[in-house]
């Protein structure tokens, strides 16, 4: 049964709402920009315009909550998001997560109950020009650099799979097959990439198999490239596709590959960071 929320005082002295902590959803629409709520005269803040969000319930993850929370007040279909990344400010006894995450469906938004007054989607370059939430406005440029940006993790599937001495090259097919199902909740759980250590990230997953390798099937949270030639060349071709704005991470033990999709702009790391991962 879930016990009706009050406000607590951070070790800063500040009131907040939410026994176990708040969150709250950056959500973009490439075309609207973002979307932001303006709180009632009476609530807390009132008047500014902050995010959809709330409270988190016993038990439940700031993505859950904060996707939640901007279905109950602005009518924002969880199925219609994308999470793509998370910052959490701990304000000592409280903490609060935005949750940054990109619209995939369609979003009709309306003001579902008494909190706030209305819902616009701003420019991103607008968004610091509106008379913000207080701990919003401090947050907003750290957050601006991250928004409609996502993490790429590229798997080098050989290369990590030469990592474990389990006899991989008896089944090459069935040894990533079962990489890529490893990898595969990892989508949805997410990590924290060791370029962007105090951010959490739900990567978008890319599996570049070869040879004996190549005829394994994407799932759910895992993209498949088969390479046409070499894997090497297929890896580096996939960053040189991937974004400008995108985070990019390679995951190789090879050498060689590390220098080369690091000049084109990726991160590297290890297999057996990603292996500890999964």
Known sequence: MFVEDTFVTCAQGHRHWGLHGAAGLLLTDPERGVLLQRRAWWTHHGRTWALPGGALRPGETPAEAATREADEE?????????????????????????????????????????????????????????????????????????????????????????????????????????????????????????????????????LVVEGQASGVAPVPGVEVVAAARDGDSEIVSVVRASRPDDHVLVVTADRELRSRVESAGATTMGPRPLLQLL
Do not use: C
């Open 74 to 206: 602005a009518a924002v279909p969880p199925a219609a998001v994308r999470p793509l990344a998370s910052s959490t400010v701990d304000h000592g006894g409280w903490r609060y997560t935005t949750v940054l995450a990109v619209a995939t469906g369609e979003v009709r938004e309306r003001v579902r109950n008494k909190e706030s007054t209305e819902l616009r989607w701003v420019p991103v370059d607008e968004v610091a020009d509106y008379r913000l939430h207080r701990d919003f406005a401090l947050a907003w440029p750290e957050l601006r650099a991250q928004v409609g940006r996502e993490l790429v993790l590229v798997v080098d599937a050989a290369n990590v799979m030469g990592s474990r001495p389990d006899g991989w090259w008896r089944d090459r097919a069935g040894a990533a097959a079962r990489l890529r199902d490893q990898l595969a909740p990892l989508a949805s759980s997410g990590m924290v990439p060791p370029m962007l250590d105090e951010w959490y990230w739900w990567p978008r997953i890319v």
